[in-house]
């Protein structure tokens, strides 16, 4: 699946405003279909008859309340959870057939941090779905893994055992980790959560320039304030899908008051 | 030794090896308690297997006996899947009820079977080398030494191709669902292959021992390395020293050799629960003593830097400024003292250059958390070991 070979970039615009490739029949292309997708805990269902397009080349940031489903929709797509109704695809093909192309940042919490391994260690792993079964990593993934370290400023680190590391250092190996993945499309699951200023800034840095390279970004993201700076496209979920589209279309107190339920008022800049 | 003596080691050595590899990563999945299950749960099954094939050592015996125990596996989880109970609780459930089973059926045919409960919890290691296998009338040695030996091949051969695989739906199963190793498929593999390790080594050192030489080894290794490669050399060479130190103990004593390996484990484990350099109850111990002294030089070096005025600086005044026991302040006077931090003079108290510079250094440090520029303070405290 190389679709990115045969598409315009159409990316050279302002840094917030929408930017999506367009094939050369004008269409177009979407990093991810989601269709009537409902989820269920335990015949609970979290997630309701959800419809999204993902269009290929945006930055978009899922916002909704705790429990709304954020992390329930992600692991869906990534088929880690068996949906009860609907179906996902990615570039048109059903996920499993398109797991290389797909690299994913968990929210905190879902490994063993007592698991004896060091953050080089944990960098690689992203690696080994290339490989595929049985192969080893060699030379290259560790040189791919010492430059994703590089980028994310924890090179000093590498030999740390992770449960030494701060959270927000964490959560940069973590990020470095889906970076070697080289994929074509990123889910990150709160990225930002417990991280500094500076760290936010550099991780949001690296995320616009996966977008400039033509790659897909998906961010979980709490803070509203920041939503117009960082994201160009924007899906508002709680339970169902209340909105999804560019942010300054779509990121309005309405939406938000419809999202979180009580009234909103964050002032969109134009 | 006689050549039965060098035997029985062998066979205990080989059980050791191949407990040691699965059991490493049943510990770090935190499955400890699942070998328990699995190694009194297979009773039924090796009685049903021998009603079949009439042979303790067959191959389809093994087999049925394993395929006992990942039913075990299966039932736990579809018993804590319910949500009514914990896993500990599911585990509970099953492997008593599994196990008496096996000891009715047992007890049942007592004159078709070979096998009585105190073989099936202790083994038989003493006599493992007078069953022998022979091969058109050649004698190639105990039969226990080849069944544990080809599983130990097809364990090391699994181990090597999987390794990776292992690691990482072990350390992320979110990852490892999503790079395409199915966790699921590589958890049933891991049990199918602790429960196969299970049977062939059951019949020479029995259930206790089974589960002691899975867990205990790969338990101390565990305390000893943030290494997983390490942690599977190590668990090899404890369960090897268990069961070599094991024999002799009950040779010696004139005791049961599994029982004797079983208390050698615990023993070792004890030791390093005790002395592993950094998780050792000791060196965690000593570690935040050091951490305490530290802490206070750093407060009464800072104190220093930030009080020009001499009466701050008297040695008699600075016990009641920074408030700290007389005991403790003669530690950090001569801890600084040491390092040439201070200079008394005239009991007036100050900094060198070379503690004035430390001091900015490790509040730098402290606030920005810069690993790099305080390689050569690392050598001298703890405080910056992280
Ligand atoms: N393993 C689980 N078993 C049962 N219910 C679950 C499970 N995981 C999540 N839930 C429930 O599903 C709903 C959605 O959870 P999800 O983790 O997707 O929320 P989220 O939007 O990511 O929230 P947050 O912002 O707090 O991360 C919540 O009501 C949660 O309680
Ligand atoms: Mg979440």
Redesign the pocket.
């Known amino acids: 699946m190389k679709s990115m070979d045969n598409i315009k970039n159409t990316n050279s615009k302002d840094e917030t405003t929408a930017s999506i490739s367009a094939n050369e029949a004008g269409a177009v292309v979407m990093a991810v279909k989601v269709d009537d997708l409902t989820v269920a805990?335990?015949y609970?269902p979290?997630?309701w008859d959800i419809d999204l397009e993902i269009p290929e080349g945006v930055l978009m940031a899922i916002v909704?309340?705790?429990?709304?489903?954020?992390?329930?929709?992600?692991?869906a797509i990534l088929g880690i959870l068996k949906p009860i109704a609907g179906s996902v695809s990615i570039y048109g093909k059903p996920y499993h057939k398109q797991r290389s192309h797909v690299a994913y940042v968990p929210?905190k919490g879902s490994v063993d941090w007592d698991f004896p391994t060091v953050a080089l260690d944990v960098v690689m792993m992203g690696t080994y779905g290339s490989l595929g079964w049985i192969k080893r990593p060699g030379v290259k993934e560790k040189k791919a893994a010492l430059e994703a370290l590089e980028k994310v400023g924890m090179l000093p680190f590498k030999n740390r055992q992770i449960s030494q590391l701060s959270g927000g250092q964490q959560q940069r190996i973590f990020l470095a980790r889906a970076l070697v993945q080289d994929a074509s499309i990123y889910f990150m699951?709160?990225p930002f959560q417990g991280v500094d200023a500076t760290t936010e800034i550099a991780i949001i840095n690296i995320l616009k320039e996966l977008r400039k390279a033509g790659k897909t970004v998906v961010v979980?993201h709490?803070d509203l304030q920041t939503v117009p700076e960082y994201f160009d496209w924007v899906t508002f979920?709680n339970?169902k899908k209340i909105a999804t589209g560019p942010v300054k279309d779509i990121f309005n107190d309405d939406n938000l008051t419809k999202t979180y339920g009580i009234n909103y008022k964050v002032s969109v800049q134009k | 030794m006689s050549n039965a003596q060098l035997e029985i080691q062998l066979i205990a050595s080989l059980v050791a090896v191949a407990c040691a590899i699965p059991g490493t990563f049943l510990v770090l999945r935190k499955m400890a308690m699942i070998s328990d299950a699995i190694s009194h749960s297979i009773l039924p099954g090796l009685v049903v297997g021998f009603f079949i094939t009439q042979d303790l050592n067959s191959p389809l015996l093994i087999l049925l006996a394993a395929l006992t125990g990942v039913i075990t596996v299966i039932l736990v989880e579809r018993i804590q899947k319910t949500g009514l109970v914990k896993e500990d609780t599911a585990i509970g459930l099953v492997f008593p009820a599994m196990f008496s089973i096996g000891v009715i059926m047992i007890a049942k045919n007592a004159n078709d079977i070979h096998l009585d409960v105190d073989a099936v919890l202790l083994g038989e290691l003493a006599f493992a080398p007078f069953d022998r296998l022979t091969i058109g009338g050649t004698d190639i040695g105990p039969k226990s030494l080849w069944v544990i030996g080809i599983i130990l091949l097809a364990t090391v051969a699994l181990l090597i191709a999987f390794f990776k695989e292992l690691k990482v739906s072990t350390f992320d199963p979110g990852l490892s669902a999503s790079l395409g190793f199915s966790p699921v498929v590589i958890h049933y593999g891991l049990m199918t292959m602790s429960s196969i390790t299970t049977v062939g080594a059951f019949d020479a050192v029995g259930a206790i021992l089974v589960v002691a030489l899975m867990i205990a080894p790969a338990a101390c290794a565990y305390l000893l390395t943030t290494d997983l490669k390490k942690m599977l050399g190590l668990a090899i060479f404890f369960g090897v020293f268990g069961a070599i130190s094991g024999y002799w103990v009950a040779h010696w004593l004139d005791a049961s050799i599994a029982g004797s390996i079983a208390t050698m484990l615990g023993v070792v484990f004890f030791l390093v629960y005790l002395f592993a350099p950094s998780k050792g109850l000791i060196a965690v111990m000593y570690r935040e003593k050091r951490q305490r002294i530290e802490v206070s030089l750093l407060t009464f070096l800072l104190h220093l830097k930030n009080h020009s005025e001499e009466e701050e600086r008297h040695v008699n005044h600075l016990n009641e400024h920074i408030n700290w026991q007389k005991v403790k302040s003669k530690t950090v006077l001569d801890l600084a003292l040491k390092n040439n931090m201070i200079l008394i003079n005239n009991k007036i108290v100050s900094l060198t250059k070379k503690g004035d510079e430390f001091t900015s250094q490790a509040i730098d440090y402290i606030i920005t958390n810069e690993d790099t520029q305080i390689e050569d303070m690392k050598k001298h405290f703890f405080l910056f070991r992280g």
Do not use: F, M, R, W
């Open positions: 805990y335990n609970k979290v997630l909704g309340p705790n429990g709304a489903g954020k992390s329930t929709l992600i692991k929210q699951d709160e979980v709490h979920l339970v």
